[in-house]
């Protein structure tokens, strides 16, 4: 979760300081046009054509103001958000307002010394990342009717029209409503993925992924192209029965060892499983290795790896529809709404995943000894329950350790001896040819992190 709340955190003071140093310049921006709108004489402001009546007109002319004003982070984020969901964008007209009287302003400097202005005409345009531009023209009207010290007679808006709702209660109300509209879109575009992914034939899947992918899937690696421990790995995948395996049967299992500290493992596309070597640390007995490969397996069964892939891609799509130039809120806010319609699935996707795990300790050895040891150190190393366990894809390694435990049970799957993966690892070099059966004098020389390959 740590991927989620600490670039959250982040983001959140960023959008603060936003908040807080665009309320500080609107207030300067404010304060002065009420100065620079007092030094200027009185003038009569009319959007009408006409020349009034009880004056004598001495001399007129064309005169105009223009503004380019630069609107803050904040205000430009709750725009584009208001501008995903619907409604009014409230955020944009004070700032437009601001505008227009500044071009005012600066379009009575320019028609010094006259009693009027009429024909006023706004234009304004938006110039990208958050700029406006506002031209304002009118006619000057020079008569006899001498302007005095004091604001014009009419402001091009006098605030009626503006909404003067609080911009973090905007904040609050947009975001709430993006993540339900990603969240609905999200979830109702899980049925179409999931079944995309069961229509997606294993020969398909490995022809799309190698195109996406050719470094890792154009085509298998020969087995003389993988480490001596990869080797095992895939060896002790093929040792499993067939029928054991369910339909990723289908797939031609390929092993890549990451050097990772983290204990994790993956399944991708095309029937490449990725193992940390901090996974293979972790493990004590080839039953628990085959374990946690028989759970990738297991989303291989599943098509769990292909429905993760397209939900990715659609949170992605949902939030760069928005956020476009900014890559770190685009992928944080992506990842929100795949979070809250993930937490049920993906945790559903873990346990049936774990019962794969069962069939094929049981498929491979007759017994399930050490189908939750991992967990049991995962748990360990992890500690007790947490508040962000509410909000984990993956259930907790204890509770995975209760449930492999019960089901194990209440199936009257046996326990029996497991088999120290030491010793598994070094019959597996002896048996393809590796190593000399003398060799093994030294037991520590051989093992799968360290192999002399």
């Known amino acids: 979760m740590e991927e989620f709340f600490l670039p959250g955190i982040a983001l959140t003071i960023l959008i603060g300081i936003a908040y807080l140093t665009g309320r500080l310049a609107d207030a300067a921006h404010e304060r002065a046009l009420a100065r620079d709108e007092t030094l200027l004489p009185h003038q009569y402001l009319d ?71 009429i024909g006023l005409r706004f234009d304004s345009s938006e110039l990208g990342r958050g700029m406006i531009e506002v031209i ?20 091009p808006d006098d605030g009626v029209n503006i909404s ?61 192209e993988r480490s001596i421990p990869e080797r095992y790995l895939v060896d002790l995948i093929n040792s499993i029965p067939k029928e054991a395996i369910g339909p990723a049967q289908a797939y031609d299992f390929d ?27 972790l493990v004590d007995s080839e039953n628990e290795l085959l374990s946690i490969l028989g759970h990738e397996i297991g989303h291989y069964n599943g098509r769990d790896h292909l429905e993760g892939l397209g939900r990715e891609v659609v949170g992605v799509a949902l939030s760069a529809m928005m956020f476009q130039n900014d890559a770190v809120l685009t992928t944080w806010v992506a990842g929100w709404p795949k979070l809250l319609a993930d937490m049920d699935y993906s945790r559903s996707q873990e346990l049936d995943a774990d019962n794969w795990s069962l069939k094929i300790l049981m498929a491979k050895y007759g017994h399930v000894a050490e189908a939750s040891r991992t967990f049991e150190k995962l748990a360990s190393m992890q500690g007790g329950h947490s508040v962000m366990d509410y909000l984990a894809t993956h259930p907790h390694p204890q509770d995975r350790v ?20 030491q010793t598994a690892f070094e019959n597996y070099l002896v048996r393809s040819g590796e190593i000399p059966a003398s060799a093994l004098e030294d037991r520590h020389q051989y093992n799968l992190t360290n192999t002399g390959n």
Not at 136 to 155: E, Q
Not at 272 to 280: E, R
Request: glycine share 8%; net charge negative.
């Open 255 to 281: 092993v890549l060892i990451i050097p990772d500290d983290t204990p994790n493992a993956a399944a991708l596309p095309g029937g490449l499983i990725l193992v940390h070597t901090g996974m293979l640390e």
């Open 47 to 117: 959007s009408g054509d006409a020349v009034p009546e009880h004056v004598t007109l001495h001399d007129s002319k064309l005169v105009t103001g223009k503004v380019v004003i630069a609107e803050d982070r904040f205000r430009n984020l709750l725009a584009r958000l208001r501008i995903f969901v619907g409604g009014r964008l409230a955020a944009h007209e004070a700032t437009v307002t601001r505008a227009k009287r500044d071009a005012v302003l600066r379009l009575r400097t320019n028609a010094k010394g006259a009693s009027h202005i």
């Open 136 to 155: 304002v023209s009118g006619t000057a009207l020079y008569t006899d009717h001498r302007p005095t010290g004091g604001k014009p007679a009419a402001l």
């Open 164 to 224: 003067h709702r609080n911009l973090l209660a905007e904040l609050v109300s947009g975001s709430f409503a993006f993540l339900l509209i990603c969240w609905a879109i999200y979830a109702a575009s899980g049925f179409a993925i999931e079944w995309a992914a069961d229509s997606i034939s294993v020969e398909d899947e490995v022809a799309i992924w190698s195109e996406l992918e050719p470094e890792l899937i154009a085509g298998h690696r020969l087995d003389s």
């Open 402 to 421: 209760n449930r492999l435990n019960k089901m194990a049970e209440d199936q009257g799957l046996p326990i029996g001896e497991p088999v120290d993966l």
